[in-house]
């Protein structure tokens, strides 16, 4: 599975950090999400896909 | 019968129990979705309540929070529309709403959250250990829920731990459309403004590690700053977006567990349950208050109804979380309910800036409720449960619990 993140919609709310840890982050200075990782693995597929219907900028989008 | 209701409805709706959604609302969604309503004040709104258009309609740019416009809506009778219109949001909207957000966001990342969670747990810790103490029965929104988010506030804007009670009354007076009058509204304001604009200058003089004193000097992209105005402003919409509703919601979840106990029995031999559990309680409210309402600045097309420019759209978060075709079984609490994409905090780039927080919080309460007081229980039957009487966050008057 590809993350990809789209950073001019992210609304930095921080809820893609807290469902999935291992893949997202936000920097410091505003907040906006970072992917720490944009193929995650089989385990994290479930976190991701979490991660992304939370997002309420739907800034997050996976492909196969 | 689509915007076709002769009458207008009144708003907001009534519903039978402090914990049931007004009857309404699924025959709106399925045959009314823009229905006609008449606010408080007697002006008239458009309500919508299904998912898609309530989720389109927050984080539509041409739908804004200018409910001061000439043709808006007038929310209530009393005169400033209360928190939706009050002079503080004027102050911060003047900074520029997306340049302040910005500002702020660092502070309510999940990594600061989270930092702040040890401090959080040993808050509920102790209030926990007060309520105990006095026995039971006990009400816990007054003992745990209405105290935990004021002590949250005051930690981040470095107030001292003696000057919370009265950052509770002036939140509780701010808040209060109905209970007060609105001559003890505004000196509630004005005594809360001097107050914070005294403790600016303390933490000018001696800043601390506190969110007032890393805006002091902080500046935008620009390199500009924040006035002393927009700063007092900010912990002034601190206070009033993050109290009430952060001790209601602890309230109506902790009701709402514990009046169907197996739902409680569950949480009590499965604690990982209670991140899913609190977004649960979350998006199954049915008592959240008035709604986000919108002012429309141009013409647009919701459900295939016309909302002309002017209009005043009300957003029921609350009716959209219940709306069958996001939600398979919304009439249903499901505690392990995973995705969950409920508009509880709103959507789009207005949506809360204290989410994580709020979670946070609301975990809190519940993981340490679970470990001290498993056994607790509602002391007096759901039915006798009250609402609130205020109108914008919805929430029960009390919770009284015994263990
Ligand atoms: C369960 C508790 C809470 C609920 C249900 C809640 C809900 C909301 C909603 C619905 C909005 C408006 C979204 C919109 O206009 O589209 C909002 C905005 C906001 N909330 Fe919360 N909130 C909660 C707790 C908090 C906390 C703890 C804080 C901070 C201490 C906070 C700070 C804010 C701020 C600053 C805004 C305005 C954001 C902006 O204008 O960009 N909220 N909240
Ligand atoms: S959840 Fe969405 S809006 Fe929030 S930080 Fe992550 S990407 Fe940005």
Redesign the interface.
Same mark, same amino acid.
């Given at each position: 599975m590809k993350v990809i993140l789209d950073q001019d919609k992210c609304?930095?709310?921080? @809820?893609c950090?807290?469902a999935a840890?291992e893949v997202f982050? @936000?920097r410091?200075?505003?907040?906006v999400a970072i992917l720490l990782n944009d193929s995650p693995s089989e385990a994290g597929t479930e976190d991701v @896909?979490?991660a992304a219907?939370?997002c309420?900028?739907l800034a997050i989008r996976l492909s196969a | 019968m689509n915007q076709e209701n002769l009458v207008p409805l009144r708003y907001p709706l009534s519903a039978k129990g402090a914990l049931e959604p007004p009857a309404e609302w699924a025959e709106l969604r399925e045959r009314c979705p823009v229905a006609r309503v008449r606010l408080p004040s007697g002006d008239e709104a458009s309500l919508l309540t299904r998912y898609d258009d309530v989720k389109m309609v927050l984080?539509d740019p041409r739908c804004t929070r200018r409910l001061d416009a000439e043709d808006a809506a007038r929310i209530s009778e009393s005169e400033s529309g209360g928190v939706f219109n009050a002079p503080m949001a004027t102050a911060l909207y003047s900074a520029g709403q997306q340049r302040w957000?910005?500002m702020l966001?660092?502070w309510?990342?999940?990594?600061r959250?989270n930092a702040l969670k040890p401090g959080i747990v040993a808050m509920t810790d102790r209030l926990v250990d007060e309520m105990i103490e006095s026995g039971h029965p006990a009400d816990i929104k007054a003992r745990v829920g209405f105290p935990l988010p004021v002590w949250v506030i005051c930690d981040l804007l470095g107030v001292p731990d003696t000057d919370r009670d009265r950052f509770a009354r002036w939140s509780d007076m701010m808040l209060n459309l109905t209970r007060y009058g609105q001559t003890e509204i505004d000196a509630a304001e004005a005594e809360f403004g001097a107050y914070l604009t005294a403790h600016l200058d303390m933490k000018r003089a001696d800043p601390g590690e506190d969110l007032l004193s890393s805006l002091l000097t902080a500046t935008d992209a620009d390199g500009a700053g924040l006035t002393d105005i927009q700063l007092v402003a900010t912990g002034q919409a601190l206070l009033v977006a993050g109290h009430e509703t952060t001790a209601n919601m602890i309230g109506k979840m902790l009701a709402m567990l514990l009046s169907e106990r197996r739902r409680w029995e569950r949480l009590v031999a499965d604690p990982s349950l209670v991140r899913t559990a609190v977004e649960e309680a979350l998006r199954f409210d049915a008592n959240p208050g008035f709604g986000m309402p919108r002012y429309v600045e141009q013409n647009i097309e919701v459900a295939e109804t016309l909302l002309p420019r002017g209009t005043t759209v009300v957003c029921s978060m609350a009716a959209a979380n219940r709306d069958e075709n996001t939600f398979a079984g919304a009439d249903e609490m499901t505690l392990d309910r995973?995705?969950?994409?409920h508009l509880a905090?709103?959507?789009?780039?207005h949506?809360?800036l204290g989410?994580?927080l709020a979670?946070t919080e609301l975990q809190t309460v519940l993981e340490v409720l679970l470990r001290r007081l498993p056994t607790l229980e509602l002391a007096v039957p759901a039915e006798e449960l009250r609402r609130v009487e205020g109108l914008v966050v919805g929430g029960l008057r009390e919770l009284p619990v015994r263990w």
């Amino acid at each position: 599975m590809k993350v990809i993140l789209d950073q001019d919609k992210c609304v930095a709310s921080g @809820q893609c950090v807290m469902a999935a840890p291992e893949v997202f982050d @936000q920097r410091d200075e505003d907040g906006v999400a970072i992917l720490l990782n944009d193929s995650p693995s089989e385990a994290g597929t479930e976190d991701v @896909q979490h991660a992304a219907s939370v997002c309420p900028a739907l800034a997050i989008r996976l492909s196969a | 019968m689509n915007q076709e209701n002769l009458v207008p409805l009144r708003y907001p709706l009534s519903a039978k129990g402090a914990l049931e959604p007004p009857a309404e609302w699924a025959e709106l969604r399925e045959r009314c979705p823009v229905a006609r309503v008449r606010l408080p004040s007697g002006d008239e709104a458009s309500l919508l309540t299904r998912y898609d258009d309530v989720k389109m309609v927050l984080s539509d740019p041409r739908c804004t929070r200018r409910l001061d416009a000439e043709d808006a809506a007038r929310i209530s009778e009393s005169e400033s529309g209360g928190v939706f219109n009050a002079p503080m949001a004027t102050a911060l909207y003047s900074a520029g709403q997306q340049r302040w957000r910005m500002m702020l966001t660092k502070w309510f990342t999940a990594k600061r959250v989270n930092a702040l969670k040890p401090g959080i747990v040993a808050m509920t810790d102790r209030l926990v250990d007060e309520m105990i103490e006095s026995g039971h029965p006990a009400d816990i929104k007054a003992r745990v829920g209405f105290p935990l988010p004021v002590w949250v506030i005051c930690d981040l804007l470095g107030v001292p731990d003696t000057d919370r009670d009265r950052f509770a009354r002036w939140s509780d007076m701010m808040l209060n459309l109905t209970r007060y009058g609105q001559t003890e509204i505004d000196a509630a304001e004005a005594e809360f403004g001097a107050y914070l604009t005294a403790h600016l200058d303390m933490k000018r003089a001696d800043p601390g590690e506190d969110l007032l004193s890393s805006l002091l000097t902080a500046t935008d992209a620009d390199g500009a700053g924040l006035t002393d105005i927009q700063l007092v402003a900010t912990g002034q919409a601190l206070l009033v977006a993050g109290h009430e509703t952060t001790a209601n919601m602890i309230g109506k979840m902790l009701a709402m567990l514990l009046s169907e106990r197996r739902r409680w029995e569950r949480l009590v031999a499965d604690p990982s349950l209670v991140r899913t559990a609190v977004e649960e309680a979350l998006r199954f409210d049915a008592n959240p208050g008035f709604g986000m309402p919108r002012y429309v600045e141009q013409n647009i097309e919701v459900a295939e109804t016309l909302l002309p420019r002017g209009t005043t759209v009300v957003c029921s978060m609350a009716a959209a979380n219940r709306d069958e075709n996001t939600f398979a079984g919304a009439d249903e609490m499901t505690l392990d309910r995973s995705p969950n994409p409920h508009l509880a905090f709103g959507s789009g780039p207005h949506s809360c800036l204290g989410q994580s927080l709020a979670r946070t919080e609301l975990q809190t309460v519940l993981e340490v409720l679970l470990r001290r007081l498993p056994t607790l229980e509602l002391a007096v039957p759901a039915e006798e449960l009250r609402r609130v009487e205020g109108l914008v966050v919805g929430g029960l008057r009390e919770l009284p619990v015994r263990w």
